[in-house]
């Protein structure tokens, strides 16, 4: 939150929805390091790599997360019998090519950050209020079929199954109301 308002107390109400983006304009304090159109050395070079870094990290983490989603799509796909199909180049290449082109596709069809944002970021409900709870009974199912306790030194209110019910209700919940904003809100 300290950094969210040291950012708004610096840049003001002209904001822009990508924030690496207010750093272009960047200038710093004023000082004798300034080069000949006022703008200090150190200035410039914490602006280059503020508005560049986003695109750098997601260019070198793009090919590594769809290689890891397309192996884990094929070893969905093929569950105990995947390491028969491993040495496929054909398959491989056709998971991988299923996790690494819906995102460019998207990315053509959408050019606007802000909104890609929003979209993506309703993942986080899913990933933070739906799919745990999912897990949790999965995992307290298959701890009864192999005969285990399912009660562990780790159980408590917060991992019975009505809280569990009610995260993963509430998650929903949250995911079709902040869905439904982005679809009727301002444009």
């Known amino acids: 939150m300290a950094v969210g308002a040291i950012v708004a107390l610096y840049f003001g109400d002209a904001i822009d929805t990508t924030s690496n983006l207010n750093w272009g304009h960047y200038r710093g ?4 390091t300034a080069k000949d159109n006022g703008v200090p050395v150190y200035a410039s070079i914490v602006s280059f790599f503020v508005v560049l870094f986003p695109a750098i990290d997601v260019a070198s983490a793009y090919p590594l997360n769809a290689y890891t989603l397309g192996n884990n799509l094929m070893g969905m796909y093929y569950g105990k019998e995947t390491y ?3 040495t496929s180049r054909w398959k491989l290449n056709l998971f991988r090519s299923l996790a690494a082109i819906p995102p460019i596709l998207g990315g053509l069809l959408v050019s606007k950050v802000e909104q890609i944002t929003a ?3 309703l993942t986080a409900f899913a990933l933070a209020f739906v799919f745990p709870p999912l897990l949790a009974r999965y995992s307290a199912k298959t701890l009864a079929e192999l005969g285990l306790p399912v009660s562990t030194p780790h159980s408590s209110v917060w991992t019975s199954e009505p809280f569990q019910w009610l995260l993963f209700l509430s998650g929903i919940a949250i ?7 982005l679809q009727v809100g301002p444009k």
């Open 29 to 32: 304090p004023q000082s004798s």
């Open 84 to 86: 028969k199909h491993e």
């Open 119 to 121: 979209y993506t970021g």
């Open 175 to 181: 995911f079709i109301t902040v869905f439904v904003c």
